[in-house]
C-alpha cells in the first residue's frame, strides 16, 4: 500500500508539474496604457527570466483598452493611466478594485522654434499662432489631463479655458487617430511631422520623444496648472495565478524601481 501511494504521489507530482509548465508556456496577456510600453515591457522580461511565464502585452489608449475588454477580449491584468477605466470594470463585475501602482504628470513637448518656460507656458498655449496637440478625452487618459488643465487654466487667466478648449487638436489616442510607422514613438513622430507646435503629454513620453528627435523640448507644467496622473491595475476577479503574480511582481520593489527608471513616480 505505501508504494501504491507513493507511485500515485509522484504520479500526481508529474501531473502538477506539467500543468505549471504548460500555464507558464502561455503568454499571460496584460493590456497597458501606452505611457507603459518602455517599462511594463522591461517589467515583463524581467518578471518571464525569474519565473518563466510569459507575458503578451497589448498597448493603447486606455478608455479603447477598457471598451474592447468589454467588448469580450480576453486581457487578464489591465494596467491604465488612470483609475477611471479600471473602476468601471470593476463596477460591471468580474475585476478586482484597482489599485494605484505608480504617477505621472504632464509636460508641454515644444518644437525646435517654440520658446517657452513654465512661467511663460500658459501664455504661449493661448497664442492664437500656436498649434496645441493633445491626446482624445475619454478615450485617452492624457487628453483628459489635458483638458484638466485647461479647467486650472480658467483661474490662472480668465477664459483661458475655451480658447484651449477650441484650438486643442486631439492628434493622438482616438479609435481613428494616424498611427506612427513601426519603430515610431507617437508623440515624437506627431511633432517630427510638424502636426503641432506644443503637445501635451506625460512627462514620460516626452523624455522618451526627446531621446527619439533630440531636437525637440520639454517644458515642466508650473504647480498651479499641473495635473497628477494616477495609473490604476486591476485584474479578473477569476484570474490564474499567474495573473496574480505578474500583479505582484509589478507592485514589489523590483517592479517599482524599473518604473522609477522610466520617469514615474511612486503609488
Known amino acids: 500500500m505505501k508504494r ?58 486606455s478608455g479603447l483598452l477598457r471598451q474592447r475588454i468589454e467588448q469580450g477580449e480576453g486581457a487578464l491584468v489591465f494596467a ?28 508641454a513637448l515644444t518644437a525646435a522654434h517654440i520658446s517657452a518656460t513654465p512661467d511663460t507656458l500658459l501664455a504661449t498655449l493661448l497664442r492664437p ?14 487628453g483628459d489631463y489635458a483638458w484638466a488643465l485647461f479647467r486650472k487654466a480658467e483661474a490662472v487667466r480668465p477664459g483661458g479655458y475655451a480658447l484651449l478648449e477650441t484650438k486643442a487638436l486631439k492628434l493622438t489616442g482616438g479609435a481613428d487617430s494616424p498611427k506612427p510607422p513601426a519603430g515610431r514613438g507617437t508623440y515624437a513622430w506627431v511633432m517630427d511631422e510638424g502636426q503641432a507646435d506644443v503637445f501635451l503629454t506625460y512627462c514620460t513620453n516626452a523624455v522618451a520623444s526627446q531621446r527619439e528627435v533630440p531636437r525637440l523640448k520639454i517644458v515642466q507644467v508650473p504647480p498651479e496648472l499641473q ?18 503574480d505578474f500583479v505582484a511582481y509589478l507592485l514589489s520593489e523590483p517592479g517599482q524601481a ?6 514615474f513616480g511612486r503609488p
Open 258 to 263: 524599473v518604473l522609477q527608471r522610466y520617469g
Open 227 to 244: 495635473v497628477g496622473a494616477a495609473y490604476g491595475l486591476t485584474q479578473r476577479s477569476d484570474a490564474p495565478r499567474a495573473a496574480r
Open 80 to 107: 491604465s493611466a488612470d483609475t477611471e477605466h479600471p473602476q468601471r470594470l470593476a463596477a460591471r463585475g468580474g475585476w478586482a478594485p484597482p489599485q494605484v501602482f505608480a504617477r505621472n504628470s504632464l509636460c
Open 4 to 61: 501504491i501511494a507513493f507511485i500515485l504521489g509522484t504520479i500526481a507530482l508529474a501531473l502538477a508539474g506539467c500543468a505549471m509548465t504548460e500555464q507558464a508556456a502561455t503568454p499571460l496577456p496584460v493590456y497597458a496604457a501606452g505611457s507603459l510600453r518602455e517599462a511594463l515591457t522591461a517589467i515583463a522580461a524581467d518578471h518571464e527570466a525569474r519565473s518563466g511565464q510569459k507575458v503578451a502585452l497589448t498597448f493603447g489608449a
Open 129 to 142: 499662432d500656436v498649434r496645441l496637440g493633445t491626446s482624445t478625452p475619454k478615450a485617452d487618459p492624457s
